[in-house]
T-cell receptor
Framework: DTGVSQNPRHKITKRGQNVTFRCDPI?????LYWYRQTLGQGPEFLTY????????KSRLLSDRFSAERPKGSFSTLEIQRTEQGDSAMYLC?????????????FGAGTRLSVL | DQQVKQNSPSLSVQEGRISILNCDYT??????FLWYKKYPAEGPTFLIS?????DKNEDGRFTVFLNKSAKHLSLHIVPSQPGDSAVYFC????????????FGKGTRLHILP
């Protein structure tokens, strides 16, 4: 059973550094989503792709954040000039959108700590 | 503005009894609802969903009830088992309009022996 895979699982960085996370979705899924979760909150939507096209970005996604999904397969989320407020769990999810339901399957997440 | 609200941060239930987790939403346009379960150090795991055209969906020990007029849904787990101890997230989305899922803050369920 190949689920959604995220790497790395943990990342510790110093303020001002750039970080990049990778997500490998379930292979037959056409949609890929990024969410962020902080302590005591549910996941919050950041952005999503259908194949390689980025279709929506949340206002939470400042210009320091960029996401890509080249060739419609894996995706990367980059944060430039990290700030302490970026410390969170970054979750990736994928789905096979069919118009009748919207079940997203999540990876285990990348926990980012900005010192 | 919290569009999906889970007002109970935690709930303790005796093993074998029924667990009822509640959720309220404010956006009457939501048409698809989901429950996810999360263990520590893991991502949320899909549990059960319901479309707004239904008022009940059942899958084994899990049943979700939807009351559109009250903008309320609930998850029933019966009988509760020790492995059900986790954080449960209620979530909602707008099918075919945008695809993001809006999550509540979660309810931590403790199953007592």
């Amino acid at each position: 059973d190949t689920g959604v895979s995220q790497n790395p699982r943990h990342k510790i960085t110093k303020r001002g550094q750039n970080v990049t996370f990778r997500c490998d979705p379930i292979s037959e899924h056409n949609r890929l989503y990024w969410y962020r979760q902080t302590l005591g909150q549910g996941p919050e939507f950041l952005t999503y792709f259908q194949n390689e096209a980025q279709l929506e970005k949340s206002r939470l996604l400042s210009d320091r954040f960029s996401a890509e999904r080249p060739k419609g397969s894996f995706s990367t989320l980059e944060i430039q000039r990290t700030e302490q407020g970026d410390s969170a769990m970054y979750l990736c999810a994928s789905s096979l959108f069919d118009g009748a339901k919207n079940i997203q399957y999540f990876g285990a997440g990348t926990r980012l700590s900005v010192l | 503005d919290q569009q999906v609200k889970q007002n109970s941060p935690s709930l303790s239930v005796q093993e074998g009894r029924i667990s009822i987790l509640n959720c309220d939403y404010t956006n009457s346009m939501f048409d698809y609802f989901l429950w996810y379960k999360k263990y520590p150090a893991e991502g949320p795991t899909f549990l059960i969903s319901i479309s707004s055209i239904k008022d009940k969906n059942e899958d084994g020990r899990f049943t979700v009830f939807l009351n559109k007029s009250a903008k309320h849904l609930s998850l029933h787990i019966v009988p509760s088992q020790p492995g059900d101890s986790a954080v449960y997230f209620c979530a909602a989305s707008l099918l075919n309009r945008d695809d993001k899922i809006i999550f509540g803050k979660g309810t931590r369920l403790h199953i007592l022996p």
